[in-house]
Each structure stands twice: as C-alpha cells, then as structure tokens.
C-alpha cells in the first residue's frame, strides 16, 4: 500500500516537512468566521480556551477513577497523585515549549513528526487517538451508570445512545459548540471542586458545624499509610495518571484559536498550581475525612462519600450532577480531540485519507469515526459489568505514560535545534534543560517497570506496549514504501 498523496487544499501547519524552524502562515480568521474550504475554523475564543484549560485538570477520572485508585492504595493515594502530578506538570511545560513555537491541531503527533520521524508521528499519534475513542467509552459506561441509579427503569444503552448521539452532533456542526459547551462545563467543575475543598477544610479543621477534626486517625488506621503496599500505591498511580490523561488537548485545541501561541503558554504556566489544588488537595481532603476502605469510596464515589460522612443534606445528589457534567465534559473534549488527531494524522498521510476532508471547518467523517468507540462501550459494559470501567482506565494510563515518552524525546531534539536556529521561537522554556527532561524521562520509564510487578497492570502494559510496537511496525514500513 503506498503513501496517499495530500490533498492541495489542507492547510500547512501540521506539514512535517515544511521548514523546521518556521512556517509561514496567514494570521487566522477572527473567532466565529467561515473557514476557507478544506481548513479548519479558528472558532475559539480566549475565554474558551481559558476555561478549557482550567477545567481540563477537572476531568471523570478524577472524579470517578480515583475512588478505585483510594480502594487501592489507601491515603497513599495523595503520594501517588503527587508524584504523577508533577511528571505530568513536567511533560505540560515541555509540550508548552513544542506547542508555543510550533502550533498545530496534531500537537505533539507534529512534533514527533518533525523531531523523531514520521513512523513516531503516526505511532504516537494513534496511540493517544485510540486512548481518547477508550475515554469516550468509559466516559459513557459512567454518565450511563450514574443515570441508571436515578431512573433504574431505563436501560444503560439508552443513555449511551443520547450521550454520544447529543455530542457527537455538536462536534460536527462547529468547533465553537465545542468551545461554549466546555466553557460552561468547566465553569460548573471549578465552581464545585472549589466549594468541596473550601468545606473538606472547613470538616477537617472542625470548624465546620455539626462536626469535629478526624485528625490523623483516618490516614494511620486501617493499615497505615500504605495499607497495600507497593502493589497499591502502582495501582493507585495508574488510576493518577489516567485522572490527568487528557490534559494535551487544550495545546490540540489552541491551533483553533484566535491567537494559538499566547494561548498554549497561559494554559502551561498556570498547570502547577491548578495540578496541586485540584488534584492533591482533593485527595488529601478526601482520605483524612473518609476510612480509605469505606465501600462508599468506591460507589457512589470519594466526593459523595466525604459530603454524606459530614452531613451535608442533598449534597450527594448534587455531586452526582457535577460527576455527570464531568463525564459528559470529558466525552466532549474525547471526541474533539480524537477527531483533530485523527485529521493531522490523515492529512500527513498517515491514514485513511477520508478522514482529511473538512467542512464547514469541520473535519466530520473524523469525528465519525472518534465516536464510534463510544456506541460499542455499551456492549462492553454488558459483557464485563464489574471490571470494564477499571480495567479500561489502567489500559489508557499506560498509553499516557507511553504518549508522555514521545513528548519528552521530541521536545530534546527540538529545544537543541531551535536553541541553534530560532532561539526567538522559544517563547516558553521548559526549566532546568535538559536535566528535568532526562529525569522526567526516567519518571515515566520507572512507572512503566513498576506496572511489571502486578499481574493485572502486566497485562495491560503488555497490550500497550504491543499496540506501540505495531503502530511503529506500520510507520516504518509505510515510509520505506513511499521513499
């Protein structure tokens, strides 16, 4: 099978073989423009792309998977937030450096492209295209759940159905329904995380009525600290990484904006806090509150648990609407950016050219295509009621950790090349290079050894290995047959 040539009306800036340094492009239409035919539309706006960023750290696995990541690990669970969160912050920072010289809607897919070869651009690139389409699907088996305890009557594929169907529809009419649904998504997250943090302290500290500080009694009982040890706290970790996984997509959606350079290097050099007060905060509130081995941690889940355990009338309902909105932000933002994947991808001759045609500033047949995982998630809950969520969010953790490596590979070559040639182009600089690169590297390479010493995340390593090493198999042999 040979190389498909590009079509002559796709836009250039995700060509990898265009100038390594620059790219010479037209300033982008204003927000909510028609986009030229067979370009996709700069429709979204700075406050778009703000709370994008802001409440992409705010995502289903935090809100969902972390209750099986706490069963798991115990109040290590902090430990394993922490050190995933500062890996992930590490590979923001460096993808903030690639994105801000070098937008593109393919980010880091361009990136390993241009830097390592086109067989990394499309291995990686497919990879996290088929982590996003895995997303959509657990994403969609939780949303389901979550409606089937509030209408039992109604079967789960039902929701599935609407869920997908209603996004899927949004995704293909314009970017800016993305936009505006995320915008207002992340607004309710933010609002709600904020507010659970502000009472967990309140609970903790005893100062809220009608309860007394817990103290430690809930991070030293039941087992200690690490009351599953180092199998735990690897499980734990996994569930972490998953939490974060998803975070890339705001530097996929600022090649859409109005001004994609300034917007990537807002969204990066705001991560560490947002990373610390969303994520390790709230695990910190939620095991020093609730005995990590309460089944409630689990279903109906850590946030719900905390807020029934101090007594707040209604709250629980009210965080299962938050946790829906989560899931259906997340299933949005999946499906935009498997579709923009996807696109880069094919328009680099890296896939079925079908997908490259756009309309309306469109890509649809590729949002088609991103969205069909999540029709057969329903089929998957029904075979594995019981495992398929947990079991799909430890099999996309790994793609993550796989996803990041390639990040940080490309962003050494690339730094050493423009620190050369274009030292202007590095408008965001990653710190301390290339010394936090390397160990950054080395994070991510000891998470993935880790995995080897439980069976069941030896598994799924395997499968994601052996799904990498297939898609690099192809982009190798795809690039002899066209040299």
């Known amino acids: 099978m040979s190389t498909p040539t590009q079509p002559p009306s796709l836009e250039r800036s995700d060509d990898p073989v265009a100038s390594p340094v620059t790219t010479t492009t037209a300033a982008p239409p204003a927000a909510g423009t028609p986009a030229a035919d067979g370009q996709l539309s700069h429709g979204l706006k700075p406050r778009h792309l703000s709370m994008i960023a802001l409440g992409g750290v705010i995502?289903?696995?935090?809100?969902?998977?972390?209750?099986?990541?706490?069963?798991?690990?115990?109040?290590?669970?902090?430990?394993?937030?922490?050190?995933?969160?500062?890996?992930?912050?590490?590979?923001?920072?460096m993808l903030g450096e690639m994105s801000a010289a070098h937008p593109a809607s393919g980010s880091f897919s361009v990136h390993a492209d241009r830097e390592i070869g086109p067989w990394a651009g499309l291995t990686v690139g497919w990879l996290f295209w088929t982590l996003l389409c895995v997303g959509v699907g657990a994403e969609a088996i939780g949303a389901a759940g979550i409606m089937g305890s509030w209408l039992p009557g109604v079967p789960s594929w039902i929701w599935v159905a609407?869920?997908?169907?209603?996004?899927?529809?949004?995704?293909?009419?314009?970017?800016?329904?993305?936009?505006?649904?995320e915008f207002w998504f992340a607004a309710v997250k933010v609002t709600a995380i904020a507010a659970f943090l502000v009472i967990g302290v309140l609970a903790i500290t005893g100062v809220l009525p009608g309860t007394s500080s817990p103290g430690t009694a809930n991070l030293t009982g039941s087992g200690g600290f690490f009351p599953h040890g180092t199998t735990g706290l690897i499980t734990g970790l996994l569930a972490s990484v998953f939490a974060y996984g998803g975070l890339e997509t705001v530097t996929i959606a600022a090649a859409e904006s109005e001004?994609?350079?300034?917007?990537?290097?807002?969204?990066?050099?705001?991560?560490?806090?947002?990373?610390?007060?969303f994520y390790v905060g709230s695990m910190a509130v939620i095991v020093t509150l609730v005995p990590w081995n309460d089944p409630s941690v689990v279903k109906p889940g850590p946030y719900v648990a905390v807020l029934d355990r101090i007594g707040i009338t209604g709250s629980g309902q009210l965080m299962n609407v938050v946790v829906l909105i989560a899931l259906l932000s997340a299933m949005n933002a999946n499906i935009y950016g498997s579709s923009r994947m996807a696109y880069s991808l094919v328009r680099r001759g890296?896939?079925?050219?079908?997908?490259a045609r756009v309309s309306g500033g469109v890509p649809r047949l590729a949002v088609l295509a991103s969205s069909a995982f999540g029709f057969?998630?329903?089929?998957?809950?029904?075979?594995?009621?019981?495992?398929?969520?947990?079991?799909?969010?430890?099999?996309?953790?790994?793609?993550?950790?796989?996803?990041w490596a390639f990040i940080a590979v490309a962003q050494l070559r690339m730094r050493r090349r423009l620190e050369r040639e274009a030292p202007e182009q590095l408008?965001?600089?990653?710190?301390?290079?290339?010394?936090?690169?390397?160990?950054?590297?080395?994070?991510i390479v000891s998470v993935l050894a880790l995995m080897t010493l439980d069976g069941g995340n030896r598994v799924q390593l395997y499968f994601t290995l052996g799904l990498t090493a297939t898609l690099a198999a192809i982009g190798r042999f795809r690039r002899r047959r066209a040299v």
């Open 259 to 277: 001004d994609p350079r300034r917007s990537v290097a807002t969204a990066v050099r705001t991560a560490m806090w947002r990373i610390a007060l």
């Open 162 to 181: 609407v869920f997908m169907s209603f996004f899927c529809a949004t995704n293909l009419a314009a970017v800016k329904n993305f936009g505006e649904f």
């Open 427 to 443: 408008t965001v600089r990653m710190w301390a290079f290339p010394y936090l690169t390397w160990l950054t590297l080395a994070g």
């Open 350 to 355: 890296q896939g079925p050219r079908a997908l």
């Open 59 to 93: 995502g289903a696995g935090l809100f969902v998977g972390s209750g099986a990541g706490i069963a798991a690990a115990g109040p290590s669970i902090v430990l394993a937030f922490a050190i995933s969160g500062l890996l992930v912050m590490l590979v923001m920072r």
């Open 376 to 403: 057969l998630a329903v089929l998957l809950s029904y075979w594995w009621p019981t495992t398929v969520f947990s079991w799909l969010l430890n099999m996309v953790g790994a793609a993550v950790l796989v996803v």
